[in-house]
């Protein structure tokens, strides 16, 4: 099967800047389409960014700018470097990425468990 862990959530002041990252492991064949997502308590979970495996990228209103997705083809990684955060950046980020296992070679979405980003005011 295959996981998707992040890291580099935290807390950070506002007007400051943090950097996700995100990497695939197990039976993977090819990725395709990555992206992050964030949720705050009570609301439903919204696009931050994607980007496709050629490099292609779309950004949500809130976030053009600032945040810039970027992406490691040969690591299965990708990465959320956030800059001039603001408070309402606070939420769960997840990443997520179409996957194609070499078991089903069928495009598959998965998510990654989420990293808690606080930003203070």
């Known amino acids: 099967q295959v996981q998707l862990v992040e890291s580099g959530g935290g807390l950070v002041q506002t007007g400051g800047s943090l950097r996700l990252s995100c990497t695939a492991s197990?039976?993977?064949?090819?990725?395709?389409?990555m992206g992050w997502y964030r949720q705050t308590p009570g609301k439903q979970r919204e696009l931050v960014a994607t980007i496709t495996r050629s490099g292609t990228t779309t950004y949500a209103d809130s976030v053009k700018g600032r945040f810039t997705i970027s992406r490691d083809n040969a690591k299965n990684t990708e990465y959320l470097q956030m800059n001039t955060l603001k408070p309402e950046d606070s939420a769960v980020y997840y990443c997520?990425?179409?996957?194609?296992?070499?078991?089903?070679?069928?495009?598959?979405?998965?998510w990654g468990q989420g990293t808690q980003v606080t930003v203070s005011s």
């Open positions: 997520y990425a179409v996957v194609v296992t070499r078991s089903t070679l069928q495009p598959l979405p998965y």
């Open positions: 197990g039976n993977i064949f090819t990725n395709g389409i």
